[in-house]
């Protein structure tokens, strides 16, 4: 196995999974989520004991040497990738997940926004116009939510609802605006909020700051643009809000090379 990304349904009928083959030994460098809605593991371990309340999320990082084998009565999905799948700069995102765990889904709304995030990356990656760059934010979305979760039952009071939601139509309202030279506290006016207010929740619930946020945005606009795109660096600058010196040093800063350094090494890796 040699991709770096890979989801599917996890089925009833005695095949483990859809779309998704049973990974072989010594292949340890997956990071594996599963929707698990029904049925369990054919065998206990670190992170499955059998007494999962149901439907729950089961997050197994690489590394670990066991893994998820369903049983017959299994229902749900699952998604695999390898780190670098994802920007490097969005690691940050889910680093603080670190050990196997699983998490059970105690509200029918968490239900359903996980189980929703899960079958559009699967509709998505089957689809005849099937978009990575979409997955990858598919992606970050469900890890921003498993975090959330994660946060969410290891102390109830951490997160409430109401503060995913409004980092939801944050992360929205940035998707439409973050090309354009907007101060900070645009995002905070338009979702009627203070910026300090806006910048606890977004650091609660995934763990950057509004600013942090943004930035990673723009980035990852930079890098997509250098690689697959024939735009020069002057034209990603200007369409991403920055003149060509200030953007230099931006890129830079968060991917530590240069963005001309960036688009060779990516051309050099492809040729």
Avoid at 6 to 31: F, H, I, N, S
Avoid at 139 to 160: E, H, P, Q, S, Y
Avoid at 229 to 242: Q, V
């Amino acid at each position: 196995m040699n991709t770096l990304f890979e989801c599917g349904e996890l089925m009833p009928c005695g095949a483990p999974c859809t779309g998704v083959a049973m990974l072989q030994e010594g292949e340890r460098d997956y990071t594996e989520l599963i929707l698990l809605e029904q049925g369990g593991a054919a065998r206990n371990t670190a992170f499955y004991g059998g007494q999962v309340s149901l439907p729950a999320v089961i997050y197994i990082p690489p590394g670990v040497n066991d893994r998820f084998v369903p049983d017959e009565r299994v229902h749900g999905y699952r998604v695999r990738f390898k780190t670098g799948f994802l920007p490097h700069h969005s690691a940050g995102l889910f680093a603080a997940f670190f050990d196997a765990c699983n998490l059970p889904l105690t509200s029918f709304a968490l239900q359903e926004a996980v189980s929703q995030l899960f079958k559009m990356i699967c509709y998505e990656c089957v689809s005849n116009n099937a978009n990575e760059r979409t997955i990858q934010y598919l992606l970050l979305a469900l890890l921003a939510k498993i975090d959330f979760v994660r946060k969410a039952t290891g102390n109830r009071g951490d997160c409430k609802e109401k503060d995913y939601l409004t980092c939801k139509a944050f992360m929205m309202l940035l998707e439409d605006n973050f090309s354009h030279n907007h101060k900070v506290d645009f995002y905070s006016k338009q979702l009627n909020v203070s910026l300090r207010s806006l910048n606890y929740i977004t650091t609660r619930v995934m763990g950057k700051s509004v600013l942090q946020l943004i930035d990673m945005r723009k980035q990852a606009e930079a890098q997509e643009l250098l690689a697959n795109s024939s735009k020069s660096i002057t034209e990603i600058a200007y369409e991403l809000g920055f003149d060509k010196s200030y953007f230099s040093r931006f890129f830079y800063k968060k991917a530590g090379v240069t963005p001309m350094q960036f688009r060779q090494n990516r051309q050099n890796a492809v040729s």
